[in-house]
Every structure is written in structure tokens, then in C-alpha cells.
């Protein structure tokens, strides 16, 4: 809510700093966005009156201008403005003045532009004349007509007077940050309400009461109300309007609140509306067939052409104003362009009306048309403003001599809402907030919110105005207590109990990770849960993967953000490619983060979340087997014993001969006792070139994607003793030569089996193919290392543990060992 403090001061007393008044207002509970001051960024600008115009003598689009600006000898100025003529009032800044800016067709400049006298083709210039904008003001809060040109005041100032304050510019606008359960603070009156309570003041309301009407207004028009969507409909009738540019201050509040002004009559409804938080509406009286107004649903299909020109298809949710024969508004949107107020209308209708905040919500995200009637009728607005609104606007256009009141109005009101008494207790309220008040000071805080309290002793009976909707149970009534009391003045307390403070196993494991990928080296990364469904595309994912069962955003801010995401891989090759893109030699990078699935199954439940862990590096050190150490050391960590890397062909997005799931075996218990199954893990492996070509990655990258979910119902971090061993280890090395398809998986499996209890550990250490070991072969060399518990081992006791080891290799896989 954009709040003009000077504004503001028409309704309350506000005696302190734009500083102090905001600091004040965020220790009550309005909580600020920005605070601006304007009209106090120029300097030696001046009221100035064109006394003389000529014809620049070597420039078709330029004149020449003589000034009047209260000095002896008038100010020459050359303009290329083409709404210039003699007699008018503009803003003048004169030689060594400073202005807001920008100057046009330039960008703004941090503290201003500076104007100095010099020449234009030639002849003296000794200032400038000034457009709105480069006074500072916003394109959106021109008037239609001051757009092209420099700005023409309406009507007559003191010459050579301040601009800013002949015309009452300097002014501090501030921003409030309005919570969705206050929308009585959408309007002037609900901060003024808020500002006197806060400063311990009086409101003083608006004047709503006509010195003169005429006639009654059931003789021009009828209103009908046929769906409960509608809660009250107040008409009012003026006659004899002259529709015309209002006058400056109300110009001026418009566009200090960020709104442009238009003509008298569209001004008057939208100062009401932000004066009293209630939208309203004006209809030419002879668009309205029948002199009939009535309150309904659109028929399914119908076309609508609203007052932006556009044309709309409605449905038959979708409350609508209609006469005797059409449609002319869309209730608490936008009125239509058949009904728009021309400069030849005599007649208006004034509609002051209440509409259910979840009909106007749905019809305006449904036709994409939101509007500032929309935003407060979304929100829920009290009916009982309505009266009042209608009434302020007639004695406004009354004021400024716009048209004549119709006296009386057409309000139909089939439900009327009366406040809701809520019971506070001084006992309760002082023990929630921790401190010890009287109940005649609260009562004080109630009234000055213009609350009736009611009751005796401990219980107080507090009715709100039905403005406030937001109250309805007694934390409502704490809430404000501790806010006029002062949040800054509460205790600082320690919460008592005896809860003790612990985090999750699934958390536990998730932190083991992280500090196992950081001591590995990898920096976290963070990416959106909102993605491109083409991230799927980019990385070759089959169309029937179940990595396509997209979640879809409803309402999406863009494609790029249209779905959730179902792996972390492409946004992992996102963040790989821009720090390639930023000549970043080698990353490793890791992300935890949640995954998203349709629950195919069962399409009416919700979607499937799981944890999942993404890794990816790229850099000279690194290839297949950095990842595959990197994976294993977080798997050994998180106590998955019995890891196995199963080569895979088929899946896109990696390269077919550096590709591998990873698999561990879970023991089950049945019926035939225990029972082993292979569990995946993930998958890991260099990303294919098609893949890296698409992200712009001109290097090899390798990934892997964890599910870890999976992982964390398998883990086992339990930690067991036992004593440093007393024997020594002795180690062997074996280079083996086998074919190019075989994995190191399968030889390791042989070797650890045939091995038995002293073999400890397994390690692959060399990987070569060459003419030495033949075509369509390689050679893998491993290091073994033996150690007994209770013995030191002698090489014949390893000797033979190694012999059964080649035997076996041998007899399974057909492995031989190579000639050195």
C-alpha cells in the first residue's frame, strides 16, 4: 500500500519525521518496503509563464521562448516541445539548476542532471523547460495528456515561485507491506486508523454528507441481485456531469499514489477507493438498458469486451453487471467498453458494491485481467463500507463542481453483517505476552482502535469494527495488545520444557554426505526445484523414461519454471557449464535436493518427493575412475557395504562404455529364509559428448545421480570396535589380461571370494590397452594386501591363498596374467 504522508496528515495528526513516523509504524506492526521523499531533488526550478514564442531561424523543430519567471528581464529558453503556446505556466529550470531527470531519451543518472545555459543551433538557451518525467515521475502516473511535451500547469501560480512547493510536490511516499488478513490497511483511512493508534490519536473521516441533491435516485434506476456471489449493491445518480481534468491536489494524490490521472469523474472513484479500501465504478446511465442493473453469472461462452479493448470469453462462474439486455462490467474487475463514460455523458451511475473475494480471485486469474479493484476485493472487503463510498464520492464531485447529486440511492442489502464480539482475558493476554498491564490500558489500546470493550474484571468483551475482519478469536485481541504495547518492549524469554533438542535420522545422514563430499573436495551447490521440461530432452532421456513424469506447474511463471524437476543431472550440467563458460578450470560439485513424480499409479494422489544426491566434475584430474573412487569413499562412509558398479549401454545421457549403475545387495527374510537382492543406487558415469555439446561444455565431465532415499534406509553409521592390528600385511600385485568387455566389478567379485578371510583389501591400480595385450583386450593390474588376526603370514601361507585366487580367475572368467 503506497501511503503519501501528506495525505495521510488529512485524516490524523502526524507531528514526527518520515523517519520516526516509519520506525513508530514497524514497531506497531506495519511493516515497511521503501520510504521515498520527493519533490525535494530539484533545485532553481521555477513557476514561469510564455510570455513570447518565435520560430528558431535555422531549426524547423525548435522555437525560441521568453519566459516570465518574476525578474526584471525575461528568461530566454529554446525547446523542441510541441505543446508550447503563449500564455501557459511550465516548469522552469533555470541556468545551474538540478533536476531529478532523465533528460529524454537518456538514462537516469544517480543524483540528477545539472542544467546549464548554452546554445541550440546557435541561439542562447539560458535553462530548460521541463517534462514530467524529467521532473522525476513515473511514465505509468502521467496524464494522458501531459505525455508529449513539457508540463502545462492548470491554471495560474506566483512567477518565479519554487516549482515544488507552488505546487505542493514535496511529499514523503511510503510503501507498506500489507500481510493478506488486513485488507482494511488497502486504503488512507486503514493506515490513518493504524497511525492514530500508534501515535495515541484522533481519525477524522471524510466529509460524505451533499449540501444539495435533487430528485431521488429509484426514479433512474433499479437494481436486482440474482446470485449470492454479490452481498450488497449501492447505486447513487448524478446528473449534469462535465467530465474534464481535475484539479491539481486531486491530480496530485493520484499520482503520489502511484495512479494516473484521467478525467474528473474516473479520478473521484479511484481517490474513494484508495481513500476507503472499496472499489467502485461509474456507468454512463444511457449505456444501461432498461435503467436496470442486475447482478449475475455469464452465460457459458459469452464474449465480452472489457474497457483495455480487449475481448474476453467468460463462463457462466464468472459474475457479471448486466442492464435489461447485456452485460456491461465484470463485477470487481473492470467495467466494459460499452458502458465507458464519454466526454458527452450527462448521466452517471455510481457503483459502490461488495463481491465475494474467492469469485473475483477465480474470474481474474481466469481471464488474466488483475486490477487494483480486483487485488482488494480478493482479499475480502466489508460491505459496509459501501454506503459510505458512494456517498464520498457524490460530495466530491459536488465539491469540485463536476455534477449535480441525485438525492437518495438504490441499496440492496439482503444479508447485513454486523461485528462479532470476541472475549478477551487480562489474565491470559498478560501471561501469553509475558508481561504484567492493566485491563484499563488495554481497554485503551481496544478504543484506540476504535474497538467497543465491554464486561467486567478479568473478561473483556471486545467488538471490532466489521472493517477489521482479521479478528475473530482472542489471539487476535493478544496480537493487538502486543502490538500497541510495542513488540521492542516484550521480555526476552527462554521457551520452557523439557524437550530435548535432536534432528532427524534422514538429516543425520544428509550432513554425513555433505561433510564426506566436502572433504572430497566439492563445493555444494543449490538449483531450483522449478525446472525446463527440456532439461530432460538435453540430457537424451528415452520419451517413455519415468524421468518424464513431470509434476506441471499450474501456473507457471515461464516455460524455463513449468515443471518439477525428476533428476538433479541437468540442473547439475547447468551449473558445470557456466563455470566452464567462466574459464573455471576444474569443478567438483555436489547438490542434495528433492525430486518430484507423477504418481502414475494412482494419478489422484499426490506426487512421489524423494531425496536424491547429484555429483559432477570436470577437469584434467579427473575421469571415470575419480568419480568412481569419490562415490565409493561416500557409500563406505555411509556404511553400504558390498558396492558393485554394473556397466551400462542403454542409458542416454552417459557414454555406452563409461556408464555404470551402482548396486548393493539387501538381505530379506521370507518364507525360505534369508535371501540376497541387488538394490540400485544410482547411476555414474562420463556424460555422453551429444549431452556436453548441448551445455557448452568443451571438456569430458563426469556425473552421478544417488537416490537417496534408497541410500538412507540402507545405511548403517553404527560404528564397531575393533583393535589395531597386531600382524603385519604383505601385499602382492597381479596385471591380468582380459577382454575389453569384462568389468572390474566381475574380476574384483572372483578375487574377493577366492581370497577369504586374510584377504583384506583389493585396489585397482592401472588400466592398459595397447599392441602388448592385443586387439579387443586390455590390462588391469590390482594390488593386493593379506594380514591374519592372530598370525604373522608366511609366503607360503599367502602363496596359496594367491594361487587359489589366479586358479579361480582362470576357471570363471578366463583370465590370464600378463607377461611383464
Known amino acids: 500500500m503506497i501511503v503519501s504522508l501528506e495525505w495521510l496528515k488529512d485524516y490524523t495528526d502526524i507531528n514526527v519525521s518520515p523517519e520516526e513516523f516509519c520506525d513508530r509504524m514497524i514497531m506497531s506492526g506495519s511493516n515497511l518496503e521503501t520510504l521515498e521523499n520527493v519533490g525535494r531533488d530539484m533545485e532553481k526550478v521555477v513557476v514561469g509563464k510564455i510570455v513570447k514564442i518565435e520560430k528558431h531561424p535555422d531549426a524547423d523543430k525548435l522555437v525560441v521562448c521568453q519566459l516570465d519567471v518574476g525578474e526584471e528581464e525575461p528568461v530566454q529558453i529554446v525547446t523542441g516541445a510541441p505543446n508550447v503556446f503563449e500564455g501557459a505556466y511550465v516548469p522552469v529550470a533555470l541556468n545551474g539548476s538540478r533536476i531529478p531527470g532523465p533528460l529524454h531519451g537518456q538514462p537516469k543518472k544517480e543524483g540528477g542532471v545539472k542544467i546549464k545555459a548554452g546554445k541550440l543551433r546557435g541561439v542562447e538557451s539560458n535553462g530548460m523547460l521541463c517534462s514530467f518525467g524529467e521532473l522525476g515521475f513515473q511514465d505509468k502516473v502521467v496524464p494522458v495528456n501531459q505525455r508529449d511535451g513539457i508540463w502545462i500547469l492548470g491554471g495560474e501560480y506566483p512567477l518565479g515561485m519554487d516549482f515544488a512547493e507552488a505546487l505542493k510536490l514535496k511529499d514523503s511516499i511510503i510503501d507498506f507491506e500489507i500481510t493478506p488478513n488486513r485488507p482494511d490497511c488497502l486504503s488512507m483511512l486503514g493506515m490513518a486508523r493504524e497511525a492514530a493508534a500508534t501515535f495515541e490519536e484522533k481519525v477524522s473521516y471524510p466529509d460524505t454528507k451533499c449540501t444539495t441533491e435533487e430528485g431521488n435516485a429509484a426514479d433512474f434506476i433499479n437494481v436486482e441481485i440474482k446470485s449470492p456471489l454479490c452481498k450488497r449493491y449501492v447505486a447513487r445518480i448524478v446528473k449534469d456531469v462535465k467530465v474534464e481534468d481535475s484539479p491539481w491536489w486531486l491530480q496530485r494524490r493520484l499520482i503520489h499514489a502511484g495512479m494516473r490521472p484521467i478525467n474528473n469523474i474516473v479520478d473521484i472513484t479511484n481517490f474513494v477507493m484508495l481513500e476507503y479500501g472499496q472499489p467502485l465504478h461509474a456507468f454512463d446511465i444511457n449505456s444501461v438498458a432498461g435503467r436496470k442493473i442486475v447482478v449475475d453469472t455469464a452465460e457459458e461462452g459469452e464474449k465480452f469486451t472489457t474497457l483495455d479493448g480487449t475481448e474476453r470469453t467468460l463462463d457462466d462462474k464468472m459474475l457479471m453487471i448486466h442492464d435489461a439486455e447485456k452485460s456491461i462490467a465484470v463485477a470487481g474487475v473492470m467495467g466494459g467498453l460499452n458502458s465507458e463514460i464519454e466526454k458527452d455523458t450527462n448521466t452517471i451511475v455510481v457503483e459502490s458494491?461488495?463481491?465475494?473475494?474467492?469469485?473475483?480471485?477465480?474470474?481474474?486469474?481466469?481471464?488474466?485481467?488483475?486490477?487494483?479493484?480486483?487485488?482488494?476485493?480478493?482479499?475480502?472487503?466489508?460491505?459496509?463500507?459501501?454506503?459510505?463510498?458512494?456517498?464520498?464520492?457524490?460530495?466530491?464531485?459536488?465539491?469540485?463542481?463536476?455534477?449535480?447529486?441525485?438525492?437518495?440511492?438504490?441499496?440492496?442489502?439482503?444479508?447485513?453483517?454486523?461485528?462479532?464480539?470476541?472475549?478477551?482475558?487480562?489474565?491470559?493476554?498478560?501471561?501469553?505476552?509475558?508481561?504484567?498491564?492493566?485491563?484499563?490500558?488495554?481497554?485503551?489500546?481496544?478504543?484506540?482502535?476504535?474497538?467497543?470493550?465491554?464486561?467486567?474484571?478479568?473478561e473483556m468483551y471486545v467488538t471490532p469494527p466489521t472493517v477489521r475482519q482479521d479478528i475473530e478469536i482472542e489471539e487476535d485481541l493478544i496480537e493487538e495488545v502486543a502490538r500497541l504495547y510495542g513488540y521492542d518492549k516484550l521480555p526476552v524469554t527462554i521457551p520452557k520444557g523439557n524437550n530435548e533438542a535432536s534432528q532427524s535420522y534422514e538429516r543425520d545422514i544428509k550432513d554425513l554426505a555433505r561433510e564426506t563430499m566436502c572433504a572430497l573436495g566439492a563445493n555444494e551447490i543449490q538449483t531450483y526445484s522449478f525446472v525446463s521440461p527440456k532439461g530432460v530432452d538435453n540430457i537424451r532421456i528415452d520419451e517413455d523414461s519415468w524421468e518424464?513424469?513431470?509434476?506441471?506447474?499450474?501456473?507457471?511463471?515461464?516455460?524455463?519454471?513449468?515443471?518439477?524437476?525428476?533428476?538433479?543431472?541437468?540442473?547439475?550440467?547447468?551449473?558445470?557449464?557456466?563455470?566452464?563458460?567462466?574459464?573455471?578450470?576444474?569443478?567438483?560439485?555436489?547438490?542434495?535436493?528433492?525430486?518430484?513424480m507423477s504418481n502414475l499409479m494412482e494419478p489422484d494422489k499426490l506426487p512421489i518427493e524423494s531425496d536424491a544426491m547429484s555429483i559432477g566434475f570436470y577437469g584434467k584430474d579427473e575421469d571415470f575412475f575419480t568419480l568412481k573412487g569419490a562415490v565409493s569413499e561416500l557409500l563406505e562412509k555411509l556404511g553400504i557395504k558390498e558396492v558393485e558398479f554394473v556397466a551400462e549401454k542403454e542409458y542416454g545421457t552417459y557414454h555406452p562404455g563409461r556408464c555404470a549403475r551402482i548396486m548393493t545387495r539387501e538381505v530379506t527374510y521370507g518364507e525360505n529364509g534369508p535371501e540376497e537382492e541387488f538394490v540400485e543406487l544410482g547411476i555414474m558415469g562420463e556424460v555422453h559428448p551429444d549431452v556436453t555439446e548441448k551445455y557448452g561444455i568443451g571438456t569430458r565431465c563426469y556425473t552421478a545421480e544417488l537416490m537417496l532415499n534408497v541410500i538412507t534406509e540402507l545405511a548403517d553409521t553404527e560404528k564397531a570396535y575393533s583393535p589395531l592390528p597386531k600382524y603385519p600385511a604383505t601385499s602382492r600385485d597381479i596385471a591380468l589380461v582380459v577382454n575389453?568387455?569384462?568389468?572390474?566389478?566381475?574380476?574384483?567379485?572372483?578375487?574377493?571370494?577366492?581370497?577369504?578371510?586374510?584377504?583384506?583389501?583389493?585396489?585397482?591400480?592401472?588400466?592398459?590397452?595397447?599392441?602388448?595385450?592385443?586387439?579387443?583386450?586390455?590390462?588391469?593390474?590390482?594390488?593386493l594386501t593379506y594380514r591374519h588376526d592372530d598370525k604373522t603370514l608366511t609366503d607360503e601361507d599367502v602363496n596359496a591363498v594367491h594361487k587359489k585366487i589366479l586358479s579361480n580367475l582362470k576357471e570363471k572368467l578366463d583370465v590370464v596374467l600378463r607377461d611383464i
Open 353 to 458: 458494491a461488495n463481491f465475494l473475494g474467492n469469485s473475483v480471485r477465480t474470474t481474474a486469474k481466469r481471464l488474466g485481467l488483475r486490477t487494483e479493484a480486483s487485488s482488494r476485493y480478493e482479499k475480502g472487503i466489508d460491505p459496509n463500507l459501501c454506503h459510505a463510498a458512494a456517498d464520498r464520492v457524490c460530495r466530491l464531485i459536488e465539491l469540485i463542481g463536476a455534477g449535480t447529486v441525485v438525492g437518495g440511492c438504490v441499496d440492496v442489502y439482503p444479508n447485513v453483517e454486523e461485528a462479532k464480539t470476541v472475549l478477551g482475558r487480562v489474565s491470559r493476554i498478560n501471561k501469553v505476552l509475558g508481561i504484567n498491564i492493566s485491563r484499563e490500558e488495554m481497554v485503551k489500546y481496544f478504543e484506540n482502535l476504535e474497538m467497543k470493550v465491554e464486561g467486567e474484571g478479568d
Open 548 to 596: 518424464r513424469a513431470f509434476v506441471k506447474i499450474l501456473n507457471p511463471l515461464g516455460e524455463d519454471t513449468s515443471v518439477m524437476r525428476t533428476v538433479l543431472t541437468p540442473s547439475m550440467l547447468e551449473v558445470l557449464a557456466r563455470n566452464y563458460s567462466r574459464n573455471i578450470e576444474a569443478v567438483r560439485a555436489f547438490e542434495i535436493g528433492n525430486t518430484f
Open 740 to 783: 575389453e568387455d569384462m568389468t572390474v566389478g566381475q574380476i574384483e567379485k572372483v578375487i574377493e571370494k577366492a581370497g577369504g578371510k586374510i584377504l583384506r583389501k583389493v585396489e585397482l591400480f592401472d588400466v592398459y590397452r595397447g599392441p602388448q595385450v592385443g586387439e579387443g583386450k586390455k590390462s588391469v593390474a590390482f594390488a
